[in-house]
């Protein structure tokens, strides 16, 4: 048995097979097979499409190129007929009965890891080579469809590190948990991973990457942020207890469904879910939270290979407003940009992405995407009780901008006879320093402020959230961010705004309490975080002197 140490994001425990995260351009995943014959009989209807595919293209080469450039698709045909890497596949096919999308990706990963590290410049160059062939090999097996023979095995996805949109693609039920060598706790990684009740462990270190195979056995604390490789008797025995623990706190916490957010001394506070697409609305309600208080829309930009249009929007909006049944749904415009990139974008490189071009500058920039969202929203608006809110604000002139174009789309809308709600709430995000220093002026432009503490504390400390190495540099309890949402409390209040925090510090239960002698009105949280803050909230008695934990 070996240990690795990381960082846990979601404490649970999770026993299964890892599952070496594999970035070709179409996600693949792994899958078990019962029809061993049926899988390698795709694998050579999928070889030879690949092939022919492969003999055109050096014809065509021939014609238009010449020999010389035609050469590379001949050496092409030859590697995807090669005795080792044929053998390679079908004997993982056969021993570890998986799909045959997911045995080329891994031996095309093991075979190119080995050209590339070779003395001999020619056969390093046939690393790339080598991953060209496997993805065209993937594409044909996609095309022609998967078997029809199969269970979705759950593993435990380990990876360098893992970008959101690659979470979502890899989808909630084929994973078992995540370990990653790399990555930090505020990242939008971590933060799927809690929404989506995945235990996780990250920043394991590099050295992980090198000694796990595909189908070890793997034991997983996110409690305690460790992670066994081919764990004991004992410790599979220690971390069932764990699983067992979860289970019954679970249903302990399940008793808290129904009752008051109130502390002993009277005081009720709302408690809110954070989302992030309409597939989580059941999880919501499951939990009992009062409401959504930020749908990440971004999602739903993340998850499509195109931008999204205005009705595929309109029934996302509308399926989480009457999946929430009247209770308030906070929708956050779209948040791109940083560490949440989409290729259709084609997004400029930046040098420094946290500060550039993300979130409210970029629908501030492109007016028809943002147009198309906001009449998106809007129409969904008569279908429950909507606020929307603006991420990264930085001054009153973007939010009057903000405001404007609302007022134009619903003119436009009037102008077409489309039907929206009577009361749409505008919200901003107070997650900038500046929103902060001059909530006073922002307040009596809109209806509520949402504090994100993730961003807020990066650019407020200077520490990117997306860097690993900062530790103790990167406290969110520092005083000053502390001060600025204190600050923006009263600034809020004097305006009749109400205010709630959205960022992962919501959760911090030791804060539970500073956050409402401040006088917080809302809390939004990941889903499984609703329970175990309302107990928390539960056993606060505000008459007495502070003592929080
Ligand atoms: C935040 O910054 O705290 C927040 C809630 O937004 P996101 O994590 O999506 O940047
Ligand atoms: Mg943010």
Known sequence: MVVYKGKGVYAAAAIGRASVFKRHTAPVSRVSIGDIAAELARLEAAKALATEQLTEIRDKALKEAGEENAEIFGIHIMMLDDEDYNDSITGMIETQKVNAEYAVAAVSDKFAEMFANMEDEYMRARSADIRDISDRLIACLTDSGGTDDVTAEKTVICADDLAPSEIVSLGKDRVLALVTAFGSLNSHTAILARSMNIPAVIGVGEEFLGSIADGDMLAVSGHTGEVFLSPDEATVKRLSVKLEEDARRKKLLRELKGRENVTLDGTTIGICANIDGAESIGDVLENDADGIGLFRSEFLYLGSEALPTEEQQFSAYRKVLEGMAGRRVIIRTLDIGADKQIDHFKLDKEENPALGLRAIRICLTRPEIFRTQLRALYRASAFGRLGIMFPMITSVSEVEQCLAVCDEVKKELDGEDVRYGGHTEIGIMIETPAAAVI??????????????????????????????????????????????????????????????????????????????RMGIDELSVSPPYVLPLRERVRSIDLRCPENAG
């Not at 909530?439 to 993730?454: E, H």
């Not at 807020?456 to 949402?485: M, S």
């Not at 004097?494 to 925090?501: K, S």
């Not at 030791?510 to 409402?516: C, G, M």
Request: hydrophobic fraction near 40%; aromatic fraction near 6%.
């Open 439 to 516: 909530s006073d002026k922002l307040a009596p432009l809109v209806d509520f402020f949402s504090v994100g503490t993730n961003d807020l504390t990066q650019y407020t400390l200077a520490c990117d959230r997306q860097n690993d190495k900062l530790g103790a540099f990167a406290d969110p309890h520092h005083e000053a961010v502390l001060r600025l949402i204190e600050m923006s409390v009263r600034n809020a209040h004097a305006n009749n705004t109400r205010i709630g925090i959205c960022g992962e510090l919501a959760a911090d239960l030791t804060l539970t309490e500073t956050f409402l």
